[in-house]
Every structure is written in structure tokens, then in C-alpha cells.
């Protein structure tokens, strides 16, 4: 039971985490490989982590963070306004949308149309 909750609040940061790295390196007009190399690390692993589901030591963070030319802290406080961010996004998802209900407008006679008695 613990570890589906924890497993429910840590898939959100390493798919922010991810979605961060990845706008950065494109920002900076770096593939994949380059980004590997800069941190040490190998390229299916950043493609790993920008797909979130790689869960990474601080270490390998670190090593990423440096590569893209940034510090430990910029990246986390990054990740943490994105997954603010898409919490909020998310709530304001599933708020119900508000139903306009106009009433029906009166039946009024057509003068067009031949009335019939009813049987």
C-alpha cells in the first residue's frame, strides 16, 4: 500500500523532471548524445529520465543539471513550479463546466400551421 502512494507521488516529479530537462537541452540546441556526454552519463539513460520513467539518483541529477549548464537548485526549484503547475492545470481539469440552462421559450400559437382538434 506504501509504495502505491509513494509510486503516485514521485511518477509526477520524474515526469516533470523529464519534460524540464528535455525543454532546456532543446532550448540549447543539444541532442541527446551531447547532453550524455557533457553529464557522463550514457544516452539512453537521458532518454530515460526525459521520458520520466528513469528514477535517478541525486548524483546523476547533478551530473545532468552541470551538463545543461545549471545549478542542482535551479533544476529542482524548475521541477517543483511544474508540478505545481500541472497539479493546479489538473484541478482546474476536473472542475465540472458550469451547465447554462435557459428555460424554454413559451409555445406560442403558429399562424402558419393549421391548428387540428385533437382526438
Known amino acids: 500500500m506504501e509504495t502505491t502512494v509513494l509510486r503516485k507521488e514521485v511518477e509526477p516529479l520524474l515526469v516533470a523532471l523529464g519534460k ?5 537541452r532543446v532550448a540549447l540546441g543539444m541532442s541527446q548524445e551531447e547532453l550524455a556526454e557533457r553529464s557522463g552519463l550514457h544516452r539512453t539513460y537521458i532518454s530515460d529520465v526525459e521520458r520520466g520513467i528513469r528514477n535517478l539518483t541525486i548524483g546523476a541529477l547533478w ?10 537548485r535551479e533544476i529542482i526549484t524548475l521541477i517543483e513550479n511544474r508540478v505545481e503547475n500541472d497539479k493546479a492545470q489538473q484541478q482546474l481539469n476536473m472542475r465540472p ?3 447554462l440552462t435557459m428555460p424554454a421559450p413559451p409555445m406560442t400559437p403558429n399562424p402558419n400551421v393549421e391548428s387540428h382538434p385533437t382526438l
Request: no cysteine; aromatic share 6%.
Open 20 to 24: 524540464t530537462i528535455r525543454e532546456r
Open 63 to 72: 551530473f545532468i543539471a552541470h551538463g545543461l549548464g545549471m545549478q542542482l
Open 97 to 99: 463546466e458550469p451547465q
